[in-house]
């Protein structure tokens, strides 16, 4: 009999949590680093409209605006248009980063060398040093206030280390502002409207959002043969599927559909929804969130 462990629960709870967290997050700070060292290369922030003092560009004039708002110098030069002189805005909007914690992204196969939690980690913290570089401010969702600070790897840690997750780490109950961006980062393996719902508050007022998925090679290809117990996702239950292969179909089918009812959430509400797997560099998935995140 095999027994597959795909999740796993800490079962010496939130303080050894932290230590075992502060004993790696060393070699996770310096990777997420280095990776952010390597794309912060032509780097650039973004012009947006705002109230600052910095010019950014000229638009047409909209019916209903006031007409202090009129450039007349520029507008003199048209017959009949008239120009609003736009001011770049000087105090970013904030990003806001979520990175799960709980128990089910402890897991690591022989198929990867790092776990989903560890992965999670480098790629959140490589890609708030990037956003800080190009202008923005970050928060980490529930533990952090925005923050613009070049020290901001060193912050989300020093944050984590001092409130350790939960074995059911969740998404903080937040009302974002149409000005704000969320970037939340996790395995998603738990029922779809445990989902949908924390991210339906997170969306509701309009704000913008990206989910990334983060996946252990197994959970994608089930590669186990033989007579096989699955434990429990944290929890202490066991599934016995009898032989592996002949399960497998069920199993495809099963991540299948939930990935397609994860993108069908994240499309429903405006947000972009990618997948990462742990045996993939993680610089790929730090760019394509950033490309995501710039982009005019």
């Not at 970050?138 to 952090?144: E, K, Q, R």
């Not at 060193?154 to 970037?183: G, K």
């Not at 202490?236 to 592996?244: F, K, N, Q, R, V």
Request: glycine letters at 8%.
């Amino acid at each position: 009999m095999v027994q597959v462990m795909l999740q796993k629960s800490d079962p010496l709870g939130a303080r050894s949590a932290a230590a075992a967290l502060s004993a790696r997050l060393p070699l996770i700070v310096l990777e997420a680093r280095r990776i952010s060292s390597i794309l912060s290369a032509g780097l650039h922030g973004r012009g947006r409209a705002g109230s600052g003092e910095a010019f950014w560009q000229y638009r047409n004039f909209m019916s209903g605006e006031s007409a202090s708002r009129i450039d007349w110098r520029r507008s003199a030069r048209h017959d009949s248009t008239y120009f609003v002189r736009e001011r770049e805005w000087e105090s970013p909007h904030a990003f806001y980063l979520w990175i799960d914690r709980s128990a089910s992204m402890h897991f690591c196969s022989d198929h990867a060398h790092v776990s989903k939690g560890d992965r999670a980690l480098i790629i959140g913290l490589a890609l708030a040093d990037l956003l800080v570089r190009s202008g923005e401010s970050v928060a980490l969702m529930g533990l952090t206030r925005p923050t613009a600070s070049h020290r901001v790897i060193d912050l989300f840690a020093e944050a984590m280390i001092a409130q350790p997750a939960t074995p059911h780490d969740r998404i903080p109950d937040y009302a974002l502002t149409p000005r704000s961006e969320a970037i939340l980062i996790g395995d998603w393996l738990t029922p779809i409207e445990t989902i949908a719902q924390p991210l339906a508050q997170l969306s509701g007022l309009g704000a913008k959002g990206h989910l990334l998925q983060i996946l252990d090679p197994v959970e994608v290809t089930f590669p186990f043969t033989g007579e096989t117990e699955l434990i429990a996702v944290e929890g202490t239950g066991l599934l016995d599927i009898g032989d592996a292969e002949t399960f497998r179909a069920t199993y495809l089918e099963r991540m299948h559909q939930h990935g397609e009812s994860l993108n069908e959430i994240a499309t429903n509400i405006g947000w972009h929804m990618d997948r990462h797997m742990t045996n993939a560099p993680a610089s790929e998935a730090v760019r394509k969130l950033l490309l995501r995140m710039i982009a005019p």
